[in-house]
């Protein structure tokens, strides 16, 4: 115990940086930064409480969020058929603000937004990737699906 203060007292406090490590922290924060706004936490909460209230279960919170994003998302081609992956980056649809900002998306926008819509929910959801394509993973019931 007494060595374990010796050793935590003579190093420096995890909130030290060096200024190397800052720096290098603030070139790869950077080099990944978008220039898309998210609307605040409030705008998704808004959507739930349009389609979700307490009385529902969790499949049926879940059905909502599906259907809703089924039902006022538009499937955005052009950004689909950019033709490389810098390309990509120029659309929104990529990612969740192309669902909340714009009202379309491509596959992974759609399940990034789900992921979002769904933990607001306390339900826990993922997004899995594979093929060019994105979908989502739900946890309900003691099993995902």
């Known amino acids: 115990m007494e060595k374990q203060k010796k050793n935590k007292e003579n190093s420096a406090p995890d909130s030290e940086k ?10 790869t924060q950077n080099k990944y930064k978008t220039t898309f706004e998210m609307p605040s936490a409030p ?19 879940v059905r909502a969020i599906y259907d809703w994003l089924i039902l006022n998302i538009n499937y955005d081609h052009a950004a689909a058929n950019s033709i490389s992956d810098q390309d990509s980056i120029n659309y929104d649809a990529w990612y969740a603000e192309g669902v909340f900002n714009n009202n379309k998306a491509v596959c992974d926008g759609y399940a990034k937004a789900f992921v979002i819509l769904a933990k607001l929910e306390n339900i826990p959801a993922v997004r899995v990737t594979g093929n060019n394509h994105a979908w989502n993973r739900v946890y309900l019931n003691g099993a995902w699906f």
Request: glycine share 0%; net charge negative.
């Open 18 to 27: 060096s200024a190397q490590e800052e720096s290098q922290e603030d070139t």
């Open 43 to 61: 705008y998704q909460k808004n959507v739930l409480r349009e389609i979700c209230d307490d009385s529902m279960s969790e499949l049926e919170k």
